[in-house]
Nanobody, 120 residues
Framework: QVQLVESGGGLVQAGGSLRLSCTASGKIFSINAMGWYRQAPGKQRELVARITNGGSTDYADSVKGRFTLSRDNAKNTVYLQMNSLKPEDTAVYYC??????????????WGQGTQVTVSS
């Protein structure tokens, strides 16, 4: 089994910053892409940012220039630094990882979600 443990959500005023962390643990052979998705009430889950094990990153247009995703491969951890937060960034943020397990299976894993609320 593989677990993703998230931390760092909370309540912040518009213009403020938060840092999310996500650590993968368990029977992991390797991790391909890791990243964050978010889901606001009444909306579909959407990609925020993701990073490959080689360090290539993709960002949603809405967060480019404000959010930075980084990765520590040795710790199986990704960090999402969110600056200049806006009320429209309010959502539940979910960590995602594409994992090859010790048994050779490639599976998509999700964290439990962490709430980010940005007040105006």
């Amino acid at each position: 089994q593989v677990q993703l443990v998230e931390s760092g959500g909370g309540l912040v005023q518009a213009g403020g910053s938060l840092r999310l962390s996500c650590t993968a643990s368990g029977k992991i052979f390797s991790i391909n892409a890791m990243g964050w998705y978010r889901q606001a009430p009444g909306k579909q889950r959407e990609l925020v940012a993701r990073i490959t094990n080689g360090g290539s990153t993709d960002y949603a247009d809405s967060v480019k220039g404000r959010f930075t995703l980084s990765r520590d491969n040795a710790k199986n951890t990704v960090y999402l630094q969110m600056n200049s937060l806006k009320p429209e960034d309010t959502a539940v943020y979910y960590c995602n990882a594409g994992v090859t397990t010790l048994r050779g299976h490639y599976l998509d894993y999700w964290g439990q979600g962490t709430q980010v609320t940005v007040s105006s």
